[in-house]
């Protein structure tokens, strides 16, 4: 059983910087990739970007594209993502998942559904 808590949420001006985190209880030597998705009020969940656990191979959704960096720091079981040049129109509950099954295309790691460990995610907001 793996236990996701992410933290580093808040309020920023659009144009700002956050960092997310994602701290995984357990050893993540078990999950092939963790992902970022993230819902705003009255739409569904999206997919923000994911890391594959062994290697680094990264995939972003296109809005968010050259603005965010996921990454991973493997000794602290830990993943980051680092929100630049924030918009408006990124506020959301930004939620953390662990998929512990090979993906192989964009479209895999983009689906909710194939996470298998949810984290109970942190409010970003970003103020115009």
């Known amino acids: 059983q793996v ?21 995984a209880s357990s050893r993540t030597f078990s ?18 970007a994911a ?10 959704a296109d809005s968010v594209k050259g603005r965010f960096a996921v990454s ?7 993943m980051l993502l680092q929100m630049n040049s924030l918009k408006p129109e990124d506020t959301a509950v930004y939620y953390c998942a662990a998929d512990i099954n090979y993906c192989s295309s964009y479209g895999c790691y983009a689906t909710a559904y194939n996470y298998d460990y949810w984290g109970q ?5 970003v103020s115009s």
């Open 72 to 78: 991973r720091d493997s000794a602290k079981n830990t």
């Open 31 to 48: 999950m092939y990739a963790m992902g970022w998705f993230r819902q705003a009020p009255g739409k569904e969940r999206e997919f923000v």
């Open 51 to 60: 890391i594959v656990w062994s290697g680094s191979s990264t995939y972003y």
């Open 121 to 125: 995610g942190t409010q970003v907001t």
């Open 3 to 23: 236990q996701l808590v992410e933290s580093g949420g808040g309020l920023v001006q659009a144009g700002g910087s956050l960092r997310l985190s994602c701290a």
